[in-house]
């Protein structure tokens, strides 16, 4: 950034790349890997143990799991094969920017349906069906959401999966947040059918650089993602697979300090922004708040706030939320409160 070349310090709450540091363990497991001389080829579904292991963890079939060079990989895989023949893709608003880009970059089509905050950010399922034609390929849920924290309603998505399967429509649920939830979410792969669920160990386990994730698909999709990987990335290297491994025997004790550390970051967020003029709803998840301020241009906002060193995300790169913007809880607590108290003065 230029304010930081030219000396001055920036609360970055604008990327959702967590400060905390990936767990000493999963380190050692790596090293110790690359040192064993895991660093050959290797399959490009994955190492057998790691699919097994994430098969038991999902209650599905190994042969149901394929590793990818992080989510966003395995998210464009199987985009590209449900839409590189054409139709149109189905995305909630407000979204994640990378479903979008992809879509046009593989020239598909997008149908956007919009949630507002004043409804809790739930989709609405008339405006959801009105969306779907005969070109439909698939609808792609973010459950937990970003940039919103919010979890689908249960019985919401019920009938999301309801209309995808009597329309005979594949749904993507991008569940990389889920793990880490405050409160219990539902995940696609309950309902069955062919349904895909996709995710990673980048916010699980704070390991966003090691670029891992894996989608739990039908066998016939999941072959053809393989000879993806194939022609692509050949395989996910086998030390970081390795790594992953231990953070998955560490389990339950990592995750639980990480969602705890959010969790207070999310009440001490929440307790900050209560005490202006922002309405928003408090997150039910890592790592975001999306606020919104009646009559803001959050371009323009971004960039005054940047100037007074605090960087945040306006609503417009999430859709159309122009009065919105996006506060990543990924700095430490002493940054984060005064970020947050430098937001709240300029917008009043």
């Known amino acids: 950034m230029k304010l930081e070349s030219e000396g001055k310090k920036v609360i970055k709450l604008n990327i959702g790349d967590p400060d905390l540091e990936t767990p000493p363990e999963i380190v050692e497991a790596a090293y110790d890997a690359m040192k064993r001389g895991k660093t050959k080829y290797s399959s490009a579904f994955g190492e057998k143990?790691?699919?097994?292991?994430?098969?038991?963890?999902?209650?599905?079939?190994?042969?149901?799991?394929?590793?990818?060079?992080?989510?966003?990989?395995?998210?464009?895989?199987?985009?590209?094969?449900?839409?590189?023949?054409?139709?149109?893709?189905?995305?909630?608003?407000?979204?994640?920017?990378?479903?979008?880009?992809?879509?046009?970059?593989?020239?598909?089509?997008t149908r956007l349906v919009k949630t507002e905050l004043d409804s809790n950010w739930q989709m609405d399922l008339e405006t959801l069906e009105s969306a779907i034609d005969k070109d439909t390929r698939m609808i792609i849920l973010n459950n937990p959401n970003n940039p919103t924290s919010?979890?689908?309603?249960?019985?919401?998505?019920?009938?999301?999966?309801?209309?995808?399967?009597?329309?005979?429509i594949t749904i993507l649920?991008?569940?990389?947040?889920?793990?880490?939830?405050?409160?219990?979410?539902?995940?696609?792969?309950?309902?069955?059918?062919?349904?895909?669920?996709?995710?990673?160990f980048s916010k699980t386990f704070t390991m966003t650089g090691w670029r891992l994730?894996?989608?739990?698909?039908?066998?016939?999709?999941?072959?053809?993602?393989?000879?993806?990987?194939?022609?692509?990335?050949?395989?996910?290297?086998?030390f970081i697979q390795d790594a992953a491994l231990t953070a998955l025997e560490l389990g339950n004790e990592i995750k639980e300090k990480i969602r705890q550390e959010y969790r207070e970051r999310a009440k001490l967020a929440s307790n900050v922004l209560s005490k202006s003029k922002l309405e928003f709803s408090e997150p039910s998840a890592p790592f975001y708040i999306f606020p919104r301020r009646r009559g803001l241009d959050s371009e323009k906002f971004a960039l005054n706030l940047l100037d007074n060193g605090v960087a945040v995300a306006p609503g417009t790169a999430f859709g159309d939320y122009k009065e919105h913007f996006r506060i990543s809880l990924t700095a430490p607590r002493d940054d984060l409160t005064t970020a947050l108290n430098k937001i709240c003065e300029a917008v009043e």
């Open 173 to 200: 649920s991008d569940e990389v947040y889920a793990d880490i939830s405050f409160v219990k979410t539902k995940s696609i792969l309950e309902y069955g059918g062919d349904h895909i669920l996709v995710t990673g």
């Open 213 to 238: 994730g894996y989608v739990i698909a039908n066998t016939g999709l999941v072959e053809k993602l393989a000879k993806l990987n194939q022609i692509t990335i050949s395989n996910v290297p086998v």
């Open 150 to 168: 919010n979890v689908i309603d249960p019985k919401v998505l019920d009938g999301i999966v309801r209309i995808a399967d009597d329309k005979g």
């Open 49 to 109: 143990r790691l699919r097994e292991k994430l098969a038991s963890i999902h209650q599905v079939y190994a042969d149901n799991v394929i590793m990818t060079p992080g989510s966003k990989f395995g998210i464009f895989s199987v985009m590209y094969l449900l839409l590189k023949d054409g139709g149109n893709v189905v995305i909630p608003t407000p979204y994640w920017t990378a479903y979008a880009l992809t879509a046009k970059t593989l020239g598909a089509e």
